[in-house]
């Protein structure tokens, strides 16, 4: 008889966390009689996360963007996924400052709700306007003098600069239609 693993049966006790699965890892699980019986977990070889030391987040993998959201693991397919960079104060200058097309740059963090609803609409953009306009990504947390430069008090805060200077600023989990109308504004 096969045992079934179900993570809202397993007590807190034997829970193991997503991070230390590893392939044909084994757990021990108490049956309804009492009994522990070992079993052996399923080996996992399609998904590959790697776990970011600096933010705690999941970060996509190389051909596939992976997000966790409430326990699950939501996967996007290669060809829809939008890997934006991230600006650091080293590229700054050369990513966002020097570009020939304008630049769409989203002050955020990883803790903050408002600025994980505004990604999947930052993505699109980047998608939408891919040739006329460059988008980047700005971790207050790991770049606050950037932040400070420009006088970000909250976050998310989406800034559009063309050729160096600051044009456009938008401030909060807005609609993608205030975003595009900013955008248009200056193409």
């Known amino acids: ?105 989203e002050f955020w963090a990883p803790w903050c709700g408002p600025c994980r609803m505004i990604h999947p609409i930052i993505d699109e953009l980047a998608k939408q306007y891919a040739s006329k306009l460059k988008c980047f990504r700005v971790n207050t947390d790991e770049s606050p003098s950037i932040a400070t430069q420009y006088g970000i008090r909250s976050i998310p805060t989406v800034m559009i600069f063309k050729n160096g200077e600051k044009k456009g600023t938008v401030i909060g989990a807005v609609p993608k239609s205030t975003l595009s109308n900013n955008i248009d504004k200056f193409l």
């Open 1 to 105: 008889m096969a045992a079934v693993v179900d993570s809202h049966a397993v007590p807190r006790s034997l829970a193991i966390p997503s991070t230390a699965l590893a392939p044909a890892a084994t757990s021990s699980v108490s049956s309804f009689f009492g009994t522990r019986k070992s079993v052996k977990l399923p080996e996992f070889v399609g998904l590959k996360i790697r776990l970011s030391s600096s933010t705690r987040n999941f970060r996509p993998a190389s051909s596939l963007r992976a997000v966790r959201r409430s326990g699950r693991v939501v996967c996007e397919s290669p060809d829809t996924a939008v890997e934006l960079p991230l600006v650091t104060e080293a590229t700054w200058r050369s990513l966002v400052l020097d570009s020939d097309v304008p630049a769409l740059v």
